[in-house]
């Protein structure tokens, strides 16, 4: 059986909803411990210089998805494969609520990490089931779950922290992720690919498509420059806000992040603008926005101005999620048959220079408070940029 069909419009809307879904609670899982890295680090017993980890190892088991399991998207029935890694975060998850020693917090984190990757394997899934004119909206619809999971995950697992405790936040997201399995399965319609490739040749072929697909090399250059300042900023941003310059507590915390899910509403601009042809220009302004907004957070800090703060916030986050629309309509252009794979290699990239971003906020700011997380953060975005002019260099 070839790849399913376009649906009719109400199942289809149903279809792309339950993806989005998905993409957002699984995403949702490598955030929530973001706002918390303090309550888990002394609950569990783990050092204060190490306590990012809580953080960094669940997106290094993110990575290890992208690279072992998203291919299998290529070759494995998808709804099949979607149910199988929700499992995986479940177990994960319910891991970490009972976790009480520091390695085995840590190893939950490393398989929830893993299991959160059924947002790239619901992205690619929506853009099979998109007509090619409406791809860029339909996998911006998806995308814009994967991003509201994202920032919504921060404000939501603080307040549910302040009311009954961090483990009460892995708890109720593993009861989520069951509920999504089983609720998947029986609301998605099947989609077997037409690869025969053998699993060993899947994962041998990444090295090799990484290499030959240089519009991906570039999207995914981009991209890991934007997430590292992006979780640089949002690893960073708890310290500065606790700190007496601004005195806020768990929920205080909370609603600042809540100010972040504003740039949800971007991404089906940002699809509409790819399928447009404006993604060449649009990339550059993206880029120019994000440093833009890191400027803005460093005047609020400097004014003390929790408004002028989240004001940067805004503008830094509107241009990662626009970013990540315009780089993955890129690539799902470019060949169906390995797009599991493309999409795989793309995230995984920029999901390391994630992991790179929230690994060095705590160090940065302990160093250098917030002027050095603006300054790196600044930095990595004009290399960035300096790579993308070479695109008109290049063809003038």
Not at 155 to 174: C, D, M, Q
Not at 217 to 244: H, I, K, N, V
Not at 275 to 281: C, E, I
Request: proline share 5%.
């Amino acid at each position: 059986m070839t790849s399913a069909p376009v649906a009719p419009p109400a199942a289809g809307a149903l279809t792309f909803f339950l993806l989005a879904l998905a993409a957002g609670l699984g995403a949702a899982n490598l955030y929530y411990a973001q706002p918390l890295i303090a309550l888990i680090a002394d609950d569990i017993g783990l050092d204060e210089t190490l306590a990012s980890l809580v953080v960094t190892v669940g997106q290094l088991g993110y990575i290890v998805g992208l690279l072992l399991l998203v291919p299998l998207g290529d070759i494995v029935e998808n709804r099949r494969l979607i149910g199988a890694i929700l499992l995986c975060a479940a177990a994960g998850l319910g891991v970490a609520f009972v976790a009480t020693a520091p390695a085995l917090f840590l190893l939950a984190a490393l398989v929830f990490g893993i299991g959160s990757v059924v947002a790239q394997v619901a992205v690619p899934f929506a853009a099979h089931l998109a007509r090619p004119e409406e791809r860029g909206r339909k996998v911006g619809s998806v995308v814009s779950g994967l991003m509201t999971g994202i920032l919504l995950a921060r404000p939501v697992s603080s307040l549910l922290a302040h009311w009954f405790g961090w483990r009460a936040v892995f708890l109720i997201a593993a009861l989520a992720m069951l509920a999504l399995a089983v609720g998947l399965r029986l609301a998605l319609p099947a989609r077997r690919p037409s690869g025969r490739s053998s699993y060993r040749r899947l994962v041998g072929s990444l090295g090799p498509l990484l290499r030959t697909q240089p519009v991906l090399r570039r999207r995914a250059a981009y991209q890991a420059a934007m997430f590292g300042a992006f979780t640089l900023f949002w690893t960073a941003a708890p310290l500065e806000l606790s700190s007496p310059a601004f005195g806020l507590g768990q929920q205080g915390i909370a609603l600042f992040a809540l100010a972040g899910a504003a740039s949800v509403v971007v991404s089906p601009l940002a699809g509409w603008l790819a399928d447009r042809g404006f993604s060449k220009l649009a990339t550059g302004a993206a880029l120019l926005l994000a440093i833009a907004g890191l400027l803005v957070t460093q005047l609020g800090v400097a004014t003390s101005s929790v408004v002028v703060l989240a004001l940067g916030a805004i503008v830094l986050d509107c241009a990662a999620t626009a970013n990540l629309v315009f780089g993955q309509r890129a690539i799902f252009m470019l060949a169906p048959e390995i797009r599991s794979r493309l999409n795989a290699l793309y995230i995984a990239t920029f999901f390391f220079g994630g992991a790179l971003g929230s690994a060095l906020a705590s160090p940065l700011y302990a160093l250098g408070g917030w002027s050095a997380v603006t300054v790196a953060g600044s930095a990595v975005l004009v290399l960035a940029l300096a790579y993308y002019a070479t695109e008109f260099r290049r063809r003038g």
